[in-house]
Every structure is written in C-alpha cells, then in structure tokens.
C-alpha cells in the first residue's frame, strides 16, 4: 500500500518521533497503520471496478475494446455513482465486478453534468454493502483522507492517503484532498478515517465544466469529491432517469473581478428566469436565500451548487430601492442568436457610432442607412461609444423591429430596423484599416518578429508586430497554433504580409510536446494572448485562433473558455474533442467558428453533428474548403488572405 503523507501528517509524526522511544514510534506507526486498514476494509465492499467496451472516439467513428473505472456502491438493490469522467466516449457495454467477484451487466440511468457524475444499475440477486456517509459540515480541513479506487485490480482497492484540503471548491461544488486523484481512482469513495463516505471522485475545475475539466490536475495534490450526504438527497431524481442540470439565471454580470466587482446585471437573456422574475439590467444582487452577496465569487458558489428546477429568493438592489425576485433556475436556456444589423464602424473614434460600411442584404441596408451616419440612439439607448451600440443591440428583443436615431450631415433621421442573425459565411471585404487623419507614430511601441516564449512555460512561440502598430488605435490578433501536422513555417510569411495591410499582429504558439495539443494548455495559450495585449492595443472583437489537426482543436477549446479575449476560432481538419462542454451563445461574449478541410476531406463528414449542434446553439458557424494543393501547410495564400478579411469584419454590428 503507498501511503503519500500530507505535510500536515509528516509535522505530526515527526513531532511524535522526536518526544518518543524508537519503540514508542513504532508503535504510534503500526497504531496508524492499522486505523487506515481498518478504515478502508470498512468500505472496500461498497467500491466496484467497472468495464467499459466500445464507444465513439472524436469526431464520431466508433472504438473497439474495453477501458476501466471505478464505482461506488449508493444503494443495497444495485444503483453505483461513477465519475462522468470514465462514460464521455458513451459506452456500448458496460461491465461491473461486484464485490463477491461476479461480472454483471450494468446500465446507465442518469447523468449529473452539474458535478460530473453518473448513476448505474445493475442487477442483483444480493443485498449490496452501502457505506456510510459523513456530512460535509462536519469535515475539518486537516484531518485524514483516503481515496480508494478498483480501476486496475478488482479485488483490492488502490489506496491514496492525503487530508481533507478545504471543504467547498469549485464553487461550492466539492471538497478539495491532497491525496493523490486520478483515473486509478475517479468514481471511487473518499472516506475518512473511520471509513465513512466523504463523496465520490471525479474531476472538477472552476473554469471547466466539462467531464475532462480538472483532469489536468491528477496525482498533482489537487483533487476533488463530491459530498455524497447532498447527492443522496437528489438520488430519487437520478434513479427516475431524470439527469441532473446546473441550475441556469440567464444574466452578464459588469465587470471581470470576481472577487472585487459586485454582482450588477450588465445583460439579461430574452426569456430566461431571470427575465421572467424581473430582473434587469443594472440591478445589484445583494443576497440569495438569505446568504449575503457582496462579490460577483459569491454568486457564482451560490449558483454552483444549484441544480436546474432549485427555486432561489434574490435580493435585489435597483437604485436606492431594494426589491424581492424569486427564480426557479432553469436547465437549458433559449438559444441566444446575436442579431446582425449589417454595419461596421470607425474604429478611429472611441466617443461616437460612425457608420463606415454597410454590407449589403442587411437590416441596415433596406433602411436606407449609410456611410458617414452618426447614430446617436438605439431604441432608448443613448449611444456615446462603439461599445455602447454593440451591447444595446445584443441585448433588445429578438426578432422584433428597432428605432435607429442617426445623423445625416446636419439632418436627424429616424430607421426602423430589424436585424437578421449572423452570415454562415464569408463577407464581401471591407475596407481596410487605415489611421485616422494626420496620425502621427507613437515611440515606444516594438515592432517587428521577436521570440516569445514565456519563462514559466516549455512552448515554444514568436510574436510579429506590424509598423501599422505606431499609428492604428487598436490592432487584431491572429495566434496561430501549431503541431506536427499543421506545419505554421510555410505560412508565416502570409501572415506576415498580411498583418500590416489588415492592421493585426501574428502570435504563434507550439506545443510543449511539439506534436500535439493538449487541454491543459488552454491556461498557457491565454496567458501568452494576455502578454500581448499587456504590451499592445489589442481589439477583443478583432482576436481569432487558426489552428489545424490537434491545434484546431485547442482553437476551439480556448475559445469556448476565453470568448472576453478571443471572438474567432478556426479548426482546419479538426472538431470539438469528446466531453467537450459547449457553452451558450451569450450577448455580451461573442465567438464565430469556422470549419475548413480540403476537399472531399473525411473530417468534414465526421464533424457533421458538432456543426448541426452549434447551430442549434445559435453559433455563427462557417464551412469552407481550403485552396492548399497540399505538402506541409494546410493553408494556401489565399486561404491566408480569405481568413484574414474576415477577421477584419468581426467587429461588425
């Protein structure tokens, strides 16, 4: 048995050695010892190994063969929780070794994506070891630990010996061990030391809610289980069929301080609870079911260990009057489609809407609107910035006509409009960025190609700066992310050539492995974006990742999680990888994909049903065919250059 001890543990036994005998230390050590054998004998009956066989691999195809996971007996006639974690290639069969050796078949129930966990039946002649629970208020960080696991040997558990870390993580969702947590022994138990139930294990992370998010984090001292004592409490639902949801308000909250910016509503979804309970913009959530709300962190644990079909009482603050809203969370919200008005504007002037395009087939075309319109309302909007027209449009009704307010020359014209959703495709090219009038070049600014690889990290990476960087208010920002299929040297030239006519500087970012993406490295991928834009005006809205094959992927996967940095993914021969959670389509944060393969390309079919699902998310999704006649680079010049007016349209409204 390997038993990692807590630095904790390590202090108290040395304290023990230095005041004992030798006698007496081995005495206090066979004492512990036997107090964790005794505490996982306790429980071994109630964790089962389970096998799973088949399934689909990324991008659809099916897998042959059998992977394995652990489970924990919840309930005497047959019901087991396991991670969600071990089920995300869904499974064609599933097998469990019972505790008395026997392999029988097993049957998913329900799923609970709120906690990552999963719900199995089998069936059984015998009465099943249920083990004991303890509740998670009475946890003390500090005290032992053990994670137990029958991942890889079914008839003894793999043990883990760490401490209890903290008691609410990942929003309230989880207690935090050290213990080291892995596939080895993720749907298994962790108990305490008198071998009751702590909860079950499975990864978690704050940031990603999907079945792999927290994986990253295995055997790191950084693990989490979920309380059982509050999952018995919802184990009627699950054994009905009935999947448990996160509890979703439908809002944006101001500001990005979590922990410093109170919870204002900077945007409310058409139709969800939070809109049907009364909840508006600039409203201040001040409290939930009688726990205090002073920082946005509050309401996200609030939040986070709610479940869709949870009713919560808000206290809300609306100017100087406090006000009662009472929501019952919702499991899915309406698709959000972000209306498209059809212009594009000056991005020379930060105190004003100037129209300086208007595409054509457009709300704002058949309105009569034109370049050199100046709109000073939307509705009842006032519009004193670029930004302020694009949260006004985003956020009106839907599918419904708006009043546009305008300045023609010394004429205030009024436009009915009513905006269309975004193009599923590339749009005619716009003009291209110019400086404003008389624009003199700013000192200080670096320009050029330089190494860019940061201290801290093994990827490597070179940033190119354009000299249009002295003279634009704002640049664009293509980060090009490489592998060992999607070759970045016999392109880079293109996009060097490119940036200083269409105003954007070029990030290339490889793998730490140099042939392959991997989740982790969504977290380095946006510290390098933020590194630039701590040295550059750098435009959100103008801000695409292009990849191919493993980085097309991480394309996506940056985007989905980073959409306030990041407002275009391109995947070339790549989709969405497997338990990948895709987010709603939200007004405030906005994310265009495209898809491009070569011609005839197996891809294109295989990603099919991740396109038809962005869809039904609202997504603007573009498929296209790539020009490159084929050798290293997946990408032709004019593919370069295709790719490259469109990420100067992104900031249209």
Same mark, same amino acid.
């Given at each position: ?15 023990? #050695? ?39 691999? =990324? ?10 996971? !652990? ?36 049957? &998913? ?17 015998? +009465? ?91 055997? !790191? ?13 919802? #184990? ?5 069929? +009935? ?9 944006? #909250? ?18 969800? %609870? ?9 409203? &201040? ?13 509050? #309401? ?20 100087? =009057? ?16 972000? %209306? ?23 709300? @704002? ?13 939307? /509705? ?10 694009? =949260? ?17 020359? =010394?004429?205030?014209? $009024? ?37 860019f690889q940061l201290a801290e990290e093994q990827n490597s990476a070179k940033l190119f700066v354009p000299e249009a960087a002295k003279t634009l208010p704002s640049l664009g920002l293509v980060v090009l992310l490489g592998d060992a299929e999607f070759k ?5 030239? !293109? ?15 490889? %793998? ?21 834009? /701590?040295?550059?005006?750098?435009? @959100? ?34 989709? &969405?990888?497997?338990? $990948?959670?895709? %987010? ?15 011609? /005839? ?5 295989? &990603? ?35 790719? !490259? ?9």
């Open positions: 048995m390997s038993k990692p001890f807590s630095i904790l543990s390590c202090l108290l036994v040395l304290a023990a #050695l230095l005041i004992a005998s030798p006698g007496q230390a081995q005495q206090l050590n066979d004492a512990e010892q036997k107090a964790i054998q005794a505490a996982v004998d306790r429980a071994a009956a109630s964790v089962v190994q389970i096998e799973t066989v088949g399934g689909l691999i =990324e991008g659809g195809g099916p897998i042959e063969g059998a992977s394995r996971t !652990s489970g924990t007996i919840v309930s005497p006639d047959g019901y087991i929780l396991s991670s969600l974690y071990g089920f995300i290639q869904e499974p064609s069969g599933i097998l469990v070794s019972m505790p008395s050796g026997k392999r029988v078949a097993g049957k &998913i129930i329900a799923k609970d994506t709120q906690r990552n966990l999963i719900l199995l039946k089998v069936e059984t002649d015998v +009465e099943l070891a249920v083990p004991e629970a303890v509740a998670r208020e009475e946890l003390q960080p500090g005290q032992w630990a053990l994670a137990l696991g029958k991942t890889f040997a079914k008839d003894v558990s793999s043990v883990s010996v760490g401490i209890v870390s903290a008691t609410h993580r990942v929003w309230g969702k989880a207690v935090q061990t050290d213990a080291k947590i892995s596939p080895n022994n993720y749907g298994g138990p962790l108990i305490d030391i008198q071998g009751r139930v702590i909860g079950i294990l499975t990864p978690l992370s704050p940031q990603d809610p999907s079945a792999t998010g927290g994986f990253e984090w295995y055997d !790191s001292g950084i693990g989490f289980a979920v309380p059982l004592t509050e999952i018995q409490q919802r #184990l009627d639902t699950l054994k009905e069929g +009935e999947d448990l949801k996160p509890g979703l308000l439908g809002i944006n #909250l101001k500001g990005k301080d979590i922990v410093a910016d109170p919870a204002e509503i900077a945007a409310v979804r058409y139709n969800s %609870p939070a809109q049907v309970a009364g909840i508006q913009e600039k409203d &201040i959530l001040i409290g939930a079911n009688g726990r205090p709300i002073e920082r946005q962190a509050q #309401l996200k644990h609030i939040l986070g260990e709610a479940y869709a079909g949870d009713t919560i009482e808000f206290k809300v603050k609306r100017g100087e =009057e406090e006000l009662t809203a009472t929501v019952t969370l919702a499991g899915e919200l309406i698709p959000y489609e972000r %209306p498209f008005l059809g212009i594009q504007l000056d991005r020379n002037v930060g105190d004003a809407a100037i129209v300086t395009h208007v595409f054509d087939d457009t709300a @704002a075309k058949s309105s009569g609107m034109e370049p050199g319109d100046k709109i000073l309302k939307y /509705d009842d909007t006032e519009i004193d910035a670029p930004q302020t027209l694009r =949260e006004a449009v985003a956020t009106a009704e839907p599918d419904v006509p708006h009043t546009l307010v305008v300045l023609r020359g =010394e004429n205030v014209q $009024t436009f009915e409009v009513t905006p269309s959703g975004m193009p599923n495709q590339f749009l005619a090219a716009t003009a291209k960025p110019k400086p404003s009038e008389g624009a003199e070049p700013r000192d200080g600014i670096a320009t050029g190609e330089s190494d970045i040297e016999p392109q880079w030239e !293109s996009w060097k050539k490119l940036a200083g006519e269409f105003g954007y500087a070029v990030l290339e970012i490889q %793998p730490a492995s140099e042939s392959r993406w991997s989740r982790p490295e969504i977290s380095v991928v946006r510290k390098m974006i933020d590194r630039v834009r /701590d040295n550059y005006a750098i435009d @959100a809205t103008r801000t695409i990742a292009v990849g191919g094959k493993t980085g097309g992927a991480m394309a996506l996967l940056h985007g989905f999680e980073n959409r306030d940095v990041q407002n275009g993914a391109v995947a070339i021969e790549a989709g &969405i990888p497997r338990g $990948t959670n895709i %987010p709603d389509n939200e007004p405030l944060e906005r994310l265009e994909i495209v898809f491009m393969n070569p011609k /005839d390309s197996e891809t294109a079919e295989k &990603i099919g049903t991740q396109v038809e699902t962005l869809e039904k998310l609202k997504f603007a999704v573009i498929q296209a065919e790539t020009t490159a006649s084929g050798g290293d680079s997946l990408l032709s010049e004019d593919d370069v250059e295709t790719l !490259s007016n469109w990420l100067n349209s992104l900031d249209r409204i």
